[in-house]
């Protein structure tokens, strides 16, 4: 199956500093990657996905650049607020028919600090 | 138009005893997820569902079972809670297809002593 690995663990930013997270997936048949923000005591909500036929999408200050040849994606936050700090996750989409499932990274801790 | 909503918000159990967690969607998605998320582990695919009426095993199934009677509900049960089970649970829906949005549900936070 799919394992999708995400670096760094933690990471604290200077307010207006940018942020950046790794993630690398092992399938080469995956071919959607969603990142997800989950802000204290909510539940995860999508903030911004890309597919395999693309390399790059912004959406204001936050973008992600994803590798097919080396399966690697990052996201990229800009211009970091207080209101960014939160849990990150990556995901990318299992492969084979009939598959609906997300594998997600173990996720990220920013902490953007004023 | 609440989203996806779950029932109950925390729970505390003691090891053995059995419980139902109840997750309702009012968006008419088809798929329904339920994961749970335990520190430095993210989130793991408990059970889905493509539709009523069925359901499928995830990546943790064990010790778990689920039903999908009405399109808007998914119940996730626990027989007999071990604390092993002790987690933050989150029902989500999508309209389908892998690469869907996933909407969530604010979780249940569920203590097994």
């Known amino acids: 199956g799919e394992n999708v690995e995400q670096h760094p663990s933690t990471l604290s930013v200077q307010e207006g500093d940018s942020a950046v997270i790794k993630c690398t997936y092992s399938?080469?048949?995956?071919?959607?990657f969603p990142w997800y923000k989950q802000e204290l005591g909510k539940g995860p909500q999508l903030i911004i996905d890309?597919?395999?036929?693309?390399g790059e999408k912004k959406d204001q200050r936050i973008a992600v650049t994803l590798n097919k040849t080396a399966k690697h994606f990052s996201l990229h936050i800009t211009e970091t607020q207080p209101e960014d700090s939160a849990v990150y996750f990556c995901a990318a989409d299992l492969s084979g028919a009939g598959s609906y499932q997300l594998t997600f990274g173990k996720g990220t801790k920013l902490s953007v600090i004023p | 138009n609440a989203g996806v909503t779950q029932t109950p918000k925390f729970r505390v159990l003691k090891t053995g005893q059995s419980m139902t967690l109840l997750c309702a969607q009012d968006?008419?998605?088809?798929?329904m997820y339920w994961y749970r998320q335990d520190p430095g582990m993210g989130l793991r695919l408990i059970h889905y569902s493509v539709g009523e009426g069925t359901t499928a095993k995830g990546e943790v199934p064990d010790g778990y079972n689920v039903s999908r009677l009405k399109k808007q509900n998914f119940l996730l049960g626990l027989e007999s809670a071990a604390p092993s089970q002790t987690s933050v649970y989150f029902c989500a829906s999508s309209t389908g297809l892998a690469t869907a949005e996933q909407y969530f549900g604010p979780g249940t936070r569920l203590t097994v002593t």
């Open positions: 968006m008419n998605h088809e798929y």
């Open positions: 890309i597919r395999s036929n693309v």
């Open positions: 399938d080469s048949a995956s071919n959607y």
